[in-house]
């Protein structure tokens, strides 16, 4: 009995010890593997969040650089550099008119360097634009470049279509850059390059703080080759030995490489190429920031657990639902991340959707250039060698010949045998078309009608140099009525004042001027829709006019019919200001007037001046204005304006007189206690102490007989001392050159 009651009790025991033992093991090995599970999810979790951020990366890159292409080909479509490029087709010198542009054009660049930041950081540090030469026209230079500019213009051949992105290598790695050709008339004509600025993009795009992560990102090539920037120093990394494992890594793959860091550790590389680049993003990490230090625990560490079972156990417990709320948290920030990318990539299709709407905008702008030379105001005659291969409607007009009867026939064929100055015409064509190789050529030209009637004309010959072929484009222009207005103006060359000058012209401008502006006025009255007898007539012709109001908006006819509006009303306005200028003075119209703007009017007068521009031609004049704000001066415009047009013809004609190699007028404006002070200086050959005690006494003149009154001088210092209590003074001497004259006029 003892014995059975003693096997049962060691059955039991054995019993409970085995239970005892057996389930802490069982439940030590569950929480193992929770654990493992939870760490195994938890890394899924940070790899997943990983390729999200490089890929999120490589998206914002791919969209930077978009929208920098766009940037620089909206800039080579801009007005600006349209118009420069329209105007060197006009022939217009960079001295003067392309001056202008190329100043417009420096402007924009400028402005875009300054307004396209991020974060307060510049984007640009520097844009170029070239002709199809490779000559730099605008170099906004704000510094920091190393690349060998001529070198990299050698690239810009290969650059035909749309922008594109150039590496640029330097002495200390490379210069991103973005080139993009210029159009005009379908023809690349010059191209535009911008410096990016690489701090700015590695700041924001690649850049990560070493204190967060141990991320580090870089620009590579398809090879594995890594794009070392300029100023941007790239951790120690054994590129060259890893190159080939580098290259091997396609779409978001994660390749561990043992020991390739400093300190020995593993790194997980990864990689994706930049969306319509040829480059790749490539960012390495430390494994242990993506994996972490926690792994599986030993099954040994269980046996040792059972000694504080509880303790543990709760501890475990806490910590592994820690981790759980980790987990749980990456988990829903990985998903606002995908939701983020997803609005980046609805961004970028938006994006591209503009772009295809830009592009359907060139079209329709090929085809406004199209009916442009159409419908030119000049003639356009396209020459392959000698012979016309097209031309405008302009052109049919002027020789009043059908389109068929002047293609396929030699220029030449078009003029008389012999020009008016006896240059034989077929010969000066053959001589003109060898000539236009080294420039665009200027003259003028006659040509005739099937009944010889000469036609007088000033001809544009410039090179169209296409992918297929080599034209020459003529721009002809009828100046028959120029000419007649020149013998009109030739036979009047005695006329000494500008009266009688206002007089001829107000008699030639001003009808056709009237019949202009009321014609352009009826033109807006009639394709309007405030009267009705419009839609009245629209309707019984089966038109829609509001239609029609859509086309002429959308084709800026109204822009045209305003632009002659205005053109009109400002030509009427001259006609005015010279009539009122060569009526006598009426001292009783006194009003109150800006000294400023009465001498622009009498340099503008000036420069129209018949008298001057016979002998010289007074833009040749370099004229430095210094005005002050001098305010307001209650005067008779018409009287002063006599007296500073007087002085400033002496000045120009004693210049010219001598043959002043660069002659200069300096006018400035200043307040002083008493009034006004007006000062007129020229670089002249100057003037003796004698001949200024007589200069301002009636008929005293210097100038030989028959070409001067003496008048000018002694009416304008009777108007500037009986009329305004005002002072004239001269200073000059004439050994020294040059002369002032200081006009003071008192404020009341």
Not at 669 to 693: F, H, M
Request: proline share 3%; with cysteine; net charge positive.
């Amino acid at each position: 009995m003892n014995a059975l009651f003693a096997r049962l009790s060691l059955k039991r025991s054995v019993f409970l010890v085995f239970i005892g033992g057996f389930l802490p093991i069982m439940y030590i090995i569950f929480l193992l593997v929770y654990n493992y599970q939870d760490n195994a999810a938890l890394q899924a979790s940070s790899i997943k969040r990983y390729k999200l951020d490089v890929e999120k990366q490589a998206a914002m890159l791919g969209y930077f650089f978009l929208e920098r292409k766009y940037d620089i080909r909206t800039m080579a479509d801009s007005l600006e550099v349209g118009t420069f490029f329209t105007n060197r087709a006009m022939g217009m010198s960079e001295q003067y008119g392309l001056k202008v542009s190329l100043f417009s054009i420096r402007q924009m660049m400028s402005g875009a360097m300054k307004n396209k930041t991020i974060d307060k950081d510049p984007i640009y540090k520097k844009f170029i634009f070239v002709d199809a030469n490779k000559r730099v026209l605008v170099n906004t230079d704000s510094g920091g470049s190393t690349l060998n500019v001529p070198s990299l213009l050698e690239k810009l051949d290969n650059i035909r279509n749309e922008p594109e992105i150039v590496l640029g290598k330097t002495l200390h790695g490379y210069e991103i850059l973005l080139a993009t050709p210029c159009f005009f008339k379908k023809k690349c004509s010059g191209w535009i390059m911008t410096w990016l600025d690489l701090k700015t993009l590695h700041k924001n795009f690649m850049g990560f703080s070493p204190e967060v992560s141990t991320r580090v990102s870089c620009l590579t090539f398809k090879n594995g080759t890594v794009i070392q920037l300029v100023n941007i120093v790239n951790p120690d990394f054994p590129w060259a030995r890893f190159q080939k494992t580098i290259a091997a890594v396609t779409g978001l793959e994660l390749i561990s490489i043992p020991g390739a860091a400093a300190k020995g550790e593993s790194l997980l590389i990864t990689r994706i190429q930049i969306r319509t680049l040829p480059l790749f993003l490539t960012v390495y990490v430390a494994k242990r920031e993506i994996f972490g230090h926690l792994g599986a625990w030993p099954p040994l560490a269980g046996v040792g657990a059972l000694i504080v079972l509880v303790v543990l156990g709760l501890l475990f417990f806490i910590n592994t639902n820690t981790k759980h709320l980790v987990l749980t948290a990456r988990i829903d920030e990985s998903k606002k991340q995908q939701d983020l990318l997803t609005a980046k990539n609805s961004e970028l299709k938006a994006e591209i959707i503009k772009r295809e709407q830009a592009e359907l905008f060139l079209k329709e702008n090929e085809e406004r250039y199209r009916r442009l030379f159409e419908f030119s105001s000049d003639a356009i005659l396209i020459l392959k060698e000698a012979v016309v291969v097209d031309c405008n409607q302009k052109t049919s007009e002027l020789l009043r010949l059908d389109r068929e009867e002047i293609i396929g026939r030699e220029f030449y064929t078009f003029s008389p045998e012999k020009q008016p100055d006896g240059r034989v015409s077929k010969t000066e064509c053959v001589i003109k078309r060898g000539n236009v190789a080294a420039g665009s050529q200027h003259f003028e030209w006659t040509l005739k009608t099937p009944d010889d009637k000469p036609i007088n004309t000033e001809i544009s010959m410039t090179v169209l140099s296409l992918k297929a072929d080599t034209l020459i484009q003529l721009i002809i222009r009828d100046i028959t009525e120029r000419k007649r207005t020149q013998e009109i103006l030739v036979q009047t060359e005695k006329m000494m004042a500008v009266g009688g000058l206002a007089a001829g012209m107000a008699h030639e401008i001003n009808n056709p001027l009237g019949v202009i502006l009321q014609a352009n006025q009826n033109i807006g009255r009639r394709l309007g829709t405030q009267l009705t007898k419009n839609y009245e007539t629209a309707h019984s012709l089966g038109l829609d006019l509001d239609q029609l109001q859509k086309y002429l908006h959308r084709k800026s006819i109204y822009n045209y019919v305003e632009s002659i509006q205005s053109a009109g009303e400002r030509a009427a306005k001259i006609v005015k200001s010279m009539l009122e200028f060569g009526r006598a003075s009426e001292y009783s119209k006194k009003q109150l007037n800006n000294l400023n703007d009465i001498l622009d009017n009498v340099i503008e007068m000036a420069s129209t001046d018949y008298d001057l521009k016979k002998k010289f031609d007074f833009k040749n004049i370099q004229i430095d204005r210094f005005y002050s704000d001098i305010g307001m001066i209650m005067c008779e415009k018409t009287e002063i304006g006599q007296v500073f047009l007087n002085i400033i013809k002496n000045a120009a004609q004693a210049m010219h007189g001598v043959a002043t190699e660069k002659p200069r007028l300096i006018i400035c404006t200043n307040r002083i206690a008493e009034g006004i002070r007006v000062t007129i200086e020229d670089n002249g050959p100057g003037i003796s102490k004698l001949v200024q005690k007589q200069i301002f006494e009636p008929f005293f003149t210097t100038k030989p007989v028959g070409e001067g009154t003496g008048l000018g001088l002694s009416v304008s210092y009777f108007i500037i001392t009986s009329h305004y209590s005002g002072n004239v003074i001269v200073e000059s001497e004439k050994d020294k050159g040059g002369t002032r004259f200081i006009i003071e006029l008192p404020v009341s």
